[in-house]
C-alpha cells in the first residue's frame, strides 16, 4: 500500500477528526473509501449502462401510438386557469 501525503486546513482536518471519531473510525479510512469509489466510479457506470443496454435488448415492453403533437404537450392554456 503506498502512501499519501495531503496539505488540509487545519480547521478542515480538526473537523474530520471528530466526525471520524463519531463515526468510530479514522481521517485515514475515510479519505482511503473515499478515494477507493472515486477510483471505481468509471467502471460502476460502464457496468450499469452495459446493464441497462441489456435489459433493453430483451425488453417487451411496447410504446403506443403517438396521437399527440410537441406543440400539443406544451400548449399553455391559461384560459383555464381560475383567476384571482
Known sequence: ????TLSVDDDVLEEARKTAARSGTTVNAIVRDQLANLASRDARIE?????LA?????????IGPRDWTRNELYDRNYS???RG
Do not use: H, K, Y
Not at 1 to 4: D, R, S, T
Not at 47 to 51: G, H, I, Q, S, T
Not at 54 to 62: D, F, G, R
Open 54 to 62: 441489456e435489459l433493453a435488448a430483451i425488453s417487451t415492453a411496447t
Open 80 to 82: 383555464r386557469v381560475p
Open 1 to 4: 500500500m503506498a502512501n499519501l
Open 47 to 51: 457496468r450499469a449502462r452495459r446493464r
